[in-house]
C-alpha cells in the first residue's frame, strides 16, 4: 500500500464514492463555495492500531488530486484516544464529499486490525500465528485482509484459487479423507500445499497417512487438540479453527498449534472511532 | 428485491465472486466430479432475523442457473436456533465454489436485521423510527439499506444526494446555522427537505427560525431532547443521533423524537451464524 | 464542473470518444505527422449562452494532456456571434482526432442553455422558476441538467431516487390521489418531500387535504392554474407543466405558481452553433 | 435491431436506466405493491414514422425479462396521431419504473426518423441519397444512426475509422488538396475510399487530379454545385453539404450530387410526441 | 468448461466480438437478409487435438442464444484431417459475423493442445509431468492454460500470486539463496510452497539446505540435472525448464525430474487449421 | 503510439496485468523491501525488429508512475542478438511485478513484425504490399496490427465494420458474386470499397462485370493468379491470399497481385527472444 497505482483498492474506492455521490453532494454544494479552501483534522476517539490510511487518502485525492495530507501516524502505529491523525488541506467541497466514504473504510480497516492486535497479544508465548479466513466483506477482501496484516495477524489463502483446503463438504462428496486428500494432490498446482479439515482424532490419524501437507482441527476441545498435535509430530502443519474467541484463544495457542484462524476479525469487527473536523476555513 | 434484474445487486454479487474465485476454485475442481449433483441445506445456528435470500441465491446461480432452491422461511421471518432455512439441488461443484460468498453476503445483511430489529423493539411504545446512517461498508450500502428496512427500520437518505443534512462542518464553513439553511434551501431541488445537525437548544431554536423542515438532535442527553422537542412544537420533524445504544434508545424515543438513526446498525453489526451442509450425494 | 476529477462526465466523455474513435483515427493518421505542433481556435456562429467548456476541454485532454487552453468565455457568459471562445496549443493530431466529439458535447449543452435563458427571461418578473424534466438524452442527464443551471434554470429531480413524484399512472395504481400521498409519505424516506400531479381543481383540493408537499399542475390553462394557486394557499408549493412554450411561459408565470417545468429544454434543443478552425500549423 | 444480443444498445440502455433508478425508483416502491399487474398502452401524441421500438421494448426487458409486448405497429411504419402503438402486460412497477427512460430512446429516435423521412420525401425525384453525419449525441450515435435509417436515410462513416473524410483542417496542415489526398491514399486501408471536402471550383478540380474518390462540396450554392457536377463528370461521388434545411434541399438534390449530408437529423431532432398510459390494473 | 456462467471467458468473447464487430457487420448487413436460416460446418483442416469447443459455441451465442450446435467431437478428441467438428444451425446472419472470432479462439487453442500433447508424448515413458508458465498471450491466460489442460499437461501457477517462485532477479536483490527462501517462508501464506530457481549445482545445494519445497533448474544440461536430481534425493520437487523443444525434452526427462516447465507450448503455439463452411442455406 | 493516451492499449494492459497480478505478487512482496531501487536492463535474445516498446513501457507505468525508461532502440529498429535495448530504473519490487506481463506484450509484438518483416523483404521488389487478416489473438487485435505496421506491412480492414469483404460464405448465402456484389454497394456507406473472393477465372470475371472494387483471388497457383491480374487490367485492385508462406510468397508478387494477405502474420508468430535482468541494486 505504498505508491503502487495497481492494487484493487481503486476500484473499491470508485464504486464507494460513485454510491455515496451519486449525481453530486447536494448539501455541499448549495451550502459551500466551490474554491473555498481550508484544513480539516482526523481525530481518534479511542485507542486504536491504525489501518488503512493509504485508501482513506486516495479515497479523497479520487475526488480532488490536489489536497495534500500531513500525516502524524502512520499504519501499524498504536494511536492514543484523542489524538489528530493527520491534516488535510485543500478545497474543502472535496473533503467535506469525500469525509463519509474515507472514514467507513478507515474505521472497518482500523477495527479490524485493532480487533486483530487483541488475539496477537494473547498468543504472543505460543509459537502459534493468528490468520485470517475468507469471511470478508464482500468486495471488501483485500482491504479486510491488508488490515490482519496490519494490525499483526498473517493471511491464509486469499480465495479459493490461492490454497488446497478440503472441508467436511468436500470430504462427504469425495468419500473419504485420504480419497480427497489424493484427489487433491492429483488435480492442483505443484505450488500449493494441500491442507484437509479434520474433527476428531481418527481423522488426524487418516490426514497424516493421506500425506496431507496442514492439518485443520476444526471445533476440537484444547485437550483433543493437544493430542493431535503430538499425534501430528511435525509431519504436518496445524491449523486451529472453529469459534475462537479472546477468552479461549490463550489455551488453545497453549496446545502447540502453529496457526489459529479466526473468523471474527473479519466479519463481526467494530467500527474504530473516528472523526473529521474543519479545523480552519481560508477567508 | 423479487425478480426484478435491474438492482445493484448483481454487480456487487459478480464482484464479490471474482474476488473469491479468481481463476478458479482449486479445492473444488481436483477432488469433485463435474457433473455430481447433489443437495446441500442451509442452517440457521441461532435465533434471527432473515434477510438477503435474494442475493443469497443469485449469488449460486451466477455460477450455475440451472440450481434449484427450496426456502422454507423468507426474508423478514424470525428463524429458530438450528432450523433449515431451505434446498439447494444440483450440481454439487457449483454448490461448493458459491458457499462462502453466498454465506458472506447472508450473514451480514442479517446480522444487520437482526440487530435493528432489537432497536425497534425497544422503542415500539414510543412514536419514533429507528433510522440507519451512510456508515455502511464501502460498496455494500445497497444490501445494508435493505437488511435494515427487512429488520424493521427505515431508511435514511441513501447517499449525499438524496437528502440535504446541513452538519457541523457545513455550519463551519457557512458561518451560521441560518445562513447554511438558507444557502441549502435556495440552491438545492425543490423536491427534498432541508435538515440541519443542532448541538444545543440555542441551535434548535436557530434552526426553526431559519425554517428547516428537520432538526437533528446531535448527542444531546435526553432531558435536553425533551425540551427540543417541546421547543421545536411540530414546526419540524425531529431526528436524534450520537452514539445511540441498545442501552440508551429507549430513553431517547421517550422524549417524543420522531426519529432515532444508529450507526452501529451498520457500521458494526456481528454476522448472523449460518452454515452450509451437503445433505445428499448422488451416486 | 472545476477540477474535481469525480464526476459522471469522465465516462460519458470516454464512451465518446471511443465511439467516434474506434480502433484509429483513420484520416489524420494518414495525413498528419504524430508530431505536428499547432493551434486552433473555437468559434461561436451565433449568440449564445456558453456551456459546457469543462467537457469541452476534458475531452481533448483524454487524448492528449498536454494540451493548452486558454479561454475568452466561460460558461454562462453570452458569447456574441462570431467571436473566438478559446485557443487550444499542442499537438494537432489530438485536436483533430477530438474535435467533432468535444463540440457534440459542446453544441448540445449550450444550445440547452441557450434555450433555457430564454424561458428564464420569459418570467423573470414573476416569482416562477423554470425547471427541467427527466427526459434527458439517455446516458447524458448529468450534462443536461448542468446546462439548465448554466442557462438559468434550476434542477428538478435527478431521477427517479432524489424525490416523490406521483404521478397520474401511480394515481390510478394506487386507487385514488390521497391514497397514493398516504402511501408515499408512509413508505419513503423523511428527507423527501411528497410531489403529486393533479389535473383539475377537484385534484387540488384532495392533494392539499392529503398533505401533499408540492402540488404540480398538469396541462390547467391559466385562468384554472390562477384558481389553483388560490386555493392551494401558500400550504403547498406549485409546479406547472405540459407542453409549455416560449409563447405560453409567461402567462403562466402570472398565474403565481413557483416552478414551471419545460420538458423541451432537454428533449428537443437546438444545437448551438460552434466551429474549430486550425488557426496556426508550427512548421 | 432483431434478436441480436451483440449490438451497443445493452450498455446504452443500462447506462440510461442506471442514470434514471439510481438506487431505486422511491415513488414507485411505495405507492405501488411489487406484485400488481396490469397494462399499459404507449400512444402516439402526433404522426410519426416509429423507430426504436426494440431499444423501447429492452429498456423494459432490462427491468423484467417477463414483461410481454404487443405491437400493432413495427420501425418504419407511419403511425397515425393518437395511435396504440404497442400494449405491455405484467408487473406495473417495472413499467413505472421504465417508462420514462424507455420513452426518451423512443421519442429520440422516432423524432430523427421522423424528421429524416421529410428530408428524403423533399428529394425523392432526384438521384440524391439523404446521408447523416457524426454530429450526434455523445454516446447515442448507433441509435441515431439506426433511426436515420429507419428514416429512409443512408449512414454517412459511422466514426473517424470507417471513411477517410479529409476537411478544410486536415488540407490546411498537409499543405494542399493535393497533397492531403495522396497521403490518405498512401496511408490509409485499401478497404476505404478516399473522401475530400473542397470549398469552390479550383478546389474540385484539384480534388479530381488528386484522384479522388468521393468530393464533399461544402458549403457550395446550387449554381456552383451543379457547375462542379459537370466537372466532375462521374470521375468521383458527389456529396453536398453545409446548413442544409428542409427548404434548400430540393434545390441542392436538383444539382445532380449523389449525396446530401443533414447535420440536422441528429444534432437538433424534436423529440416525438408518445405518452405511456396504464389501461388496467389487476384486482 | 462446462455449463459453469462464472469464468473469466464471458468477458474475453464480449471483448473478442467488441474487436471484430465494433458497430456491425458491414458485408453481411448489406448481403444477408436478416432471417435466413441455414447451416454451418466446421472442418478440422489437419489432424489436431480439440480444444475449446466450449468457448468456440460461447462466442456465436453471445450474438445469438438460439443457434442450434451438433457435435461430432469434444475437447481432448484427437480430430483426423478433414473431419466434420461440430455442425450449427439457425440465422447465418449471427454464423457470418461471429465465424471469424470463433476461429480465432479456437485455432489458438486447439492448436496449444496439439502441441502440448507432443511433448506429453514424448515424455510418456518418464515420470516428469509437461508444465505450462506464465508466458501466454495477454489476457487470454485463463484459455491458453485451459488449452494446456486438455493437450494432456498440466497447469504451473496460473498467475504471481498461487504460487512462490524466487528467479534469479529475486536472488539477486535478496542477496542469497537462502535468504530469498527464508524471506518467502516466513512472508507468505502457509497455503503455498516455496520454489527457488538455480542454475548450477552449488545452488541445488544450498537450495536444499534452506528448505525449498521445489527446485527449479534453468537451463542445465541434461548430465548436471541428473547429479542435482541425485543431490535433491527426493527432498523437494525437481522442475527443469529454459528452452526446452520437442528435440531435447525426452532426454531431460529421463533425468528424473518431477516436471518440465515449457514456455513454446503458450508463446509459439501455431494456430491449429479450421474452416466454417456454410453447408444449407434455406430458401 | 505516443503519448495518446486514448487508444485501446490501456484497458488490454490493465487485463493483462490483473491477469497476472491478482491480489498481488506473492514472491515479491515476501522477498523484496517495497521501496529497494535499482536499475534492469532489457536484452534482445536474437537478432529482432523491436515493436510495442510504448506498451512494454506503460506496463511497468501502470504499476508504478515513477519508474524511469533510458531506451537504447525504438520500435521499427533492427536490434542485433545481446543487445541492451532499454534501462528500467526505479522500485525494484515494480519492475519485477510487471516484468512477465510487459514481457508477454513485446515478445509478442516484435515476433509479429520480425516476422512480417521477412515477408515483406521476400517481396520488395514487386509492387506488392504485404498485408495482414482478422487472424488474430482475441483481443490483441489492436497490438498485432499495429505489429504489422511496425515490421513494414500494411493493415486490410481493422475490424468487420470498416471494409467489405464478400467471402465465399457471403456469395453462398446471396447466390451469385453479382448478387452479393450489388447487393453489398446497395447497402453500405459510400466510404467503403466493394471487395470479393473469387476463386478462378470465371469468378474473376464475374467481379469484374460486377464492378468490385477489390478482387480477392483466393488460394490460386501463381500461372492463374497471372492471368486474373491480366484479365482485371487495372479495373480493380488485386488482392492473393491463401495459406502463402515464407516459401510462395515471392512467386506470387511476382504475377503483379496489388496486395498479398497472409494470415500467419497473427496466427502463428513465434515469440521474439527478450529477458530483462537486474542490473543494480542500491543499497
Known amino acids: 500500500m505504498n505508491n503502487d497505482r495497481f492494487s484493487p483498492i481503486h476500484g473499491m474506492i470508485r464504486r464507494a464514492l460513485e454510491e455515496d455521490l451519486g449525481p453530486g453532494d447536494a448539501t455541499t454544494r448549495a451550502t459551500v463555495a466551490p474554491d473555498t479552501l481550508g484544513e480539516a483534522i482526523l481525530i481518534a476517539g479511542e485507542k486504536l492500531i491504525l489501518a488503512g490510511m493509504a485508501v482513506f487518502k486516495q479515497t ?23 489524538s489528530t491523525v493527520c491534516r488535510i488541506r485543500g478545497r474543502l467541497t472535496a473533503i467535506l464529499s469525500g469525509e463519509r466514504t474515507a472514514l467507513n473504510f478507515l474505521q472497518r480497516m482500523s477495527g479490524i486490525a485493532t480487533l486483530t492486535h487483541r488475539y ?14 475468507r ?16 494490525g499483526g495477524g498473517q493471511n491464509h489463502r486469499f480465495g479459493l484459487f490461492d490454497g488446497i483446503l478440503i472441508k467436511d463438504n468436500h470430504i462427504a462428496v469425495a468419500g473419504s479423507i485420504s480419497k480427497a486428500v489424493s484427489l487433491a494432490r492429483e488435480g492442483s498446482a505443484h505450488t500449493l500445499r494441500v491442507e484437509v479439515e479434520v474433527e476428531d482424532l481418527a481423522g488426524v490419524s487418516e490426514a497424516c497417512k493421506a500425506g496431507a501437507d496442514i492439518i485443520l482441527l ?36 497453549s496446545t502447540g498449534v502453529d496457526f489459529i484462524s479466526v473468523g471474527a476479525l473479519t466479519h463481526s469487527p467494530e467500527a474504530a472511532d ?10
Open 218 to 253: 476444526d471445533n476440537m476441545k484444547p485437550p483433543e487438540m493437544k493430542e493431535a498435535v503430538s499425534l501430528i509430530n511435525g509431519s504436518a502443519l496445524v491449523e486451529a479453527s472453529g469459534g475462537i474467541t479472546l477468552d479461549t484463544v490463550g489455551d488453545i495457542a
Open 120 to 133: 496477537v497479544e494473547k498468543v504472543k508465548d505460543s509459537r502459534a500465528k493468528i490468520l485470517d479466513t
Open 274 to 283: 473516528f472523526s473529521l473536523e474543519i479545523s480552519h476555513v481560508e477567508s
Open 60 to 82: 479523497f485525492l479520487e475526488i480532488d488530486p490536489t489536497l495534500v495530507f500531513v500525516a502524524r501516524y502512520r499504519d501499524r502505529d498504536v494511536v492514543p484516544e484523542g
Open 135 to 150: 469471511k470478508t466483506a464482500p468486495g471488501l477482501r483485500w482491504c479486510d485482509k491488508f488490515a490482519v496484516r496490519t
